[in-house]
């Protein structure tokens, strides 16, 4: 498994997504408000736009999702399924963080999030 | 296939009409009516002269009805089955009704030839044009049409008198003790009341101008505009003259089924008499009229539907005072209330038993009306004084045969099956099912009432981390003095929150303390639109929309925004508003594209925030020759006052510089006509999905009160709208409507105005443009890169081609899903 670093940790705000180039593809990188990571791709599947990286970040019944900014379709952050469409997916990758560093794989994974070490502070 | 010829169209013809729509008649339908225009709502006849417009007041004509407007029927012929129009055409029919309606009663004495009567557009175009000259007008009669009139011409601005032959107002609504409440409440408007007198002559000087109203007493009334309003006559000439029965003192005889004398034709509404020709009796209140229309037009559909009688019941607000009367007046007991402080008459009638309710009177507070009418006839449902005292009647239980819209005559019971058994959720639904409270709306209170009993209960919730609603959540914000999210939905939510709740929660703290929206945490409550100041496009690009206030800009900021679309390579178009729109920029050229924009004068027009858009205004009287007022100067300074103000949805606003309306004011939130004398304001329009017409809430103002009204109006709105509701929804919502709107903002009922004119100041002490202030913070500009590891990359996924020498984006159907 290949990781690419992608910004420090610090430079995530929380709630908030980013997106990054991995492999020339286009990776949505969110830090939560407990500072957990997800990373999930960046295409919006109903709109063909590559803008789930701007959505708003929230929760469903406790689980983290992002709804995509054109029609506010709503995403699990942990496992890319679609909650308000039940049979569409996005890729989840795995990320994590290395010296303060935010790292993605480019391979897709089904694993669980990771949490930032406990030498990274928590605030930005 | 017969033939169906209405004669008159009124209220009561458009009825019947539509009635016989409704249940699905195909037949061919004429309506014949004199007026040069289709039916219009006479209850709401006076607000024409406030600035309500004639399409307002018009009905719209029934799909397939063939009308002849400004036609006059002079003859029937009953063999030939024909009637025959002042123009000597003919008009064939199988079916005729009649519903000619009544005219005024004018009493024969010297001079009344030079009177007003009031019952016609026309008739109130031509008070109207003689009030122009006029100080001082004096009403005959101060019955229900009398005291509308007076107050018709009280708006005008004349001194007004009103003359009524009873010893007291309202004879037929309310007893003595009523009737003088009622003359204080309207002395104290400053209205002069002759009652217990009559009408000796009109005083005519030369060439036929009114010169005064002399009494019997030989005491004279000066004034120069003279209004009958003393009672109506059937018109029931056309039916006399065909050899119809018609009663002793008027009207066309009809059967229960509305039938005349000849079984072909039927009568309905103020020109027919119900119940026999000696006895008989002719309704002139528009809920029996309905009644009547809807009873004809079963019947010849093959129904066999019956006019029993009507609820003579009358709740009302003349000049400000709340009149009602219900069920009889008069009874064995009687329980009266009456505070002469406060101006409230209420009193009850009950039978010798003291058990059940026989009617009551009301005035200066009608809210037993509600709550009671449905009573009459029944056994008391509390005891009389508590009935009296708390009025609401909030706790009563209405059993399923009480009545509880009179206009529509629809009774509890047929609403609670509309919402148990038709699914009705809302008033709305309500209306649109049972026709209840969508006439005079008085039974609205009682319909929301029934909803609430029958369990329906619409959750107010705003989304599953929030169990409030948007007005709730935005009072918990003021009061606690809550500047965060994180603070917010730690302490009265769960979760963290989604994009409805953050987006809403994020315009509420920016309208209460208006600080940056990039700024802290409230940068990632945004929608993308806020997030990055533009308007996100189907492809992932956006769009940029420069502030041009009014709509007013000079050739050299044009060329500016020339400029930058060309280097940036942007499609260019104008906008609705007045404005220019400039798409296809990605996230990190738009920090770029605004410091040209800035260095140039320009600033956010917020076209991606529910906030102020824009106001649109014509070029008015600085250009235009019929313009009466600055309407670009204005709106420029409005749009100025109001920029940047975050509110539940977008806020639009238009200027007009006269009555012709160039700007299309009334299809904004709050729109603005220019008169002679100032400014009328007109709230709760609507284009878009569901178009609305804005009402006038004031007219007449100066510049300072405008905006003193608006500051109000906007304020209010954004304290107590849900989440995106437009104003045209929340004024539909708002209980009491526009009165209450103009309670709490011109009369300050809840005394909160200062706070709300306070909120205003603050916002525009506050103001700053967000680009400005974006492009000169490294933390904010930030965010505007494509890739986080590769700012300098553009997203290869966003392509174009050209269409009409512009760019266009290139649709992608191979990765879309729909």
Known sequence: ?124 | MSRIVVVGYGPTAHRFVETLRERGSGGRVTVIGEEPRPAYDRVALTSYLGGTSVEDLTYPVPEGTVTRLGGRVTAIDREARTVTLADGSAEPYDVLVLATGSSPFVPPVPGAEHAHVYRTIDDLDAIRLAAKDATEGVVVGGGLLGLEAADALRGLGLRTHIVEMSPWLMPRQVDEGGGAVLKGHIEALGLSVHAGAGVQEIVVGEQGVVTGLRKPDGTLIDAQIVVFSAGIRPRDELARDGGLEVGRRGGIVVDAGMRTSDPSIYAIGECALVGGPEKGMVYGLVGPCFTMAEVAADRITGGGASFEGADMSTKLKLLGVEVAQFGAMDGALDVTYMDPVGGVYKRLFISDDARTLLGGICVGDASPYSSLRPFVGKPLPAAPSDLLFTGSGAELDLPDDAQVCSCNNVSAGAVRVAIVDKGCADVPGIKACTRAGSTCGSCVPMLKQLLERSGVELSKALCEHFAYSRAELYDIVRVRGITTFSELITAHGQGRGCDICKPAVASILASLHNGHVLEGERAALQDTNDHFLANIQKNGTYSVVPRIPGGEITPDKLIVIGEVARDFGLYTKITGGQRIDLFGARVEQLPQIWRRLVEAGFESGHAYGKALRTVKSCVGSTWCRYGVQDSVGLAIALELRYRGLRAPHKLKSAVSGCARECAEARSKDFGIIATENGWNLYVGGNGGFKPRHADLLANDLSTDELIRTIDRFVMFYIRTADRLQRTAAWLESLDGGLGYLRQVIIDDSLGICAELDAQMRHHVSTYEDEWRATISDPEKLGRFVSFVNAPGVPDPSIVFETERDQIKPVNRPEVALQ
């Not at chain 1, 290949?2 to 908030?16: G, I």
């Not at chain 1, 969110?30 to 791709?41: E, N, S």
């Not at chain 1, 708003?56 to 469409?85: M, N, Y």
């Open chain 1, 1 to 124: 498994m290949s990781w690419v670093s992608v910004c420090r940790y610090q430079a995530l705000l929380p709630e908030r997504g980013v997106c990054a180039l991995v492999d020339g593809r286009q990776v949505a990188v969110f830090r939560t408000y407990d500072g957990a990571l997800h990373a999930i791709g960046n295409l919006d599947p109903f709109s063909g736009a590559h803008v789930l990286s701007r959505g708003i970040v929230g929760t469903r019944a406790g689980e983290p999702t992002v709804a995509s900014p054109l029609h506010k379709q709503v995403f699990s952050l942990v496992s890319g399924e679609c909650l308000d469409e039940p049979g569409v997916t996005v890729p989840v990758y795995s990320i994590r963080v290395e010296d303060g560093l935010v790292q993605v794989s480019s391979v897709r994974a089904g694993t669980e999030p990771v949490r930032e070490p406990a030498l990274v502070p928590m605030s930005v």
